[in-house]
């Protein structure tokens, strides 16, 4: 009888271990879950930034050509790029899928907007 009693506690520990153990793997999981939507989250927020980003941010190459390079056909491309870049600072409408907002609307945009007028 002793030898079932202490089989059964030894049985009823063990399934309380695997009942914790199964909480365990439960709450991993939903932790991993969670970070996957927050990676998912901060994957289309980069993508659309950088997408943002790529149209406000002036190279210092650009800046250099401009300013001090000679007036010729690379010096017109320069002046090209600067023109796209303060159209897209200017517009009214959301770039394709980069944005909801227009970029006009944008507390980056009206920050760099004086800038790309100098």
Known sequence: DAILASMENILEGFQADLGGISDEIRHLQDESLSMNVKLKNRRAVETRLGAVLQHLVLPEQLIVGICEADVNDDYLQLVHELDAKMRFVRAKQP????????PSDMVATQQVEPQLER
Do not use: E
């Open 95 to 102: 770039l394709d899928d980069a944005t909801t907002v227009a």
